[in-house]
């Protein structure tokens, strides 16, 4: 989704379905964050970055500019991720053009959780949903551009 598109909850969906993998596990989520990594140092983002599988942190770097709260982001807007299998954005998205308290409707906290853009779902054709991708650092649209861009990247190299 390029910075022009409209962003709605139908565009999101539609993302999150164009990147889906075959197959995904370790291996795969280091050159997913390796990528990340590279993409990151060579547009001198200030942020982090965190990949995890079924809850199980396979890859993290805190790239120069970064902050100890962009882990505390990465946490909240993880949790959004495993509690609805969608990515943050969309969460925010859904609940804005339906008029609903987010947090509330899910019986959540603020404290732990964190609508706002950078939590993508990991899913593959095989298991469905299996892990979050995870940024944090820039604002929350950026943020969710950049885990996409590297979803895109990756997919090339992993499919």
Same mark, same amino acid.
């Given at each position: 989704m390029e910075? =022009? /598109? &409209? @962003? !709605?909850?139908?565009?999101?969906?539609?993302?999150? &379905?164009?990147?889906?993998f075959y197959n995904f596990g370790v291996e795969e989520s280091l050159i997913l964050g390796e990528? #990340?990594?590279?993409l990151g140092i060579s547009k001198g983002l200030p942020i982090a970055i965190e990949i995890s599988i079924y809850n199980w942190v396979t890859f993290h770097i805190s790239l120069p500019g970064?902050?100890? !709260?962009?882990?505390?982001?990465?946490? /909240? &807007?993880s949790n959004v991720v495993y509690l609805k299998h969608h990515s943050t954005l969309y969460e925010q998205t859904v609940s804005k053009e339906e008029g609903f308290n987010w947090f509330q409707v899910n019986k959540v906290s603020k404290d732990d959780h964190a609508i706002e853009g950078g939590g993508i779902p990991i899913i593959t054709s095989k298991a469905g949903? @299996? =892990? #979050?991708?995870?940024?944090?650092?820039?604002?929350? @649209?950026? !943020?969710?551009l950049f885990g996409v861009e590297v979803l895109s990247k990756s997919k090339m190299i992993l499919n």
């Open positions: 910075l =022009g /598109r &409209k @962003i !709605d909850s139908h565009n999101l969906l539609e993302q999150e &379905k164009s990147s889906v990528c #990340a990594r590279n970064s902050t100890k !709260d962009n882990n505390l982001w990465i946490f /909240r &807007k949903f @299996i =892990g #979050a991708l995870v940024v944090s650092g820039l604002s929350q @649209i950026e !943020d969710h």
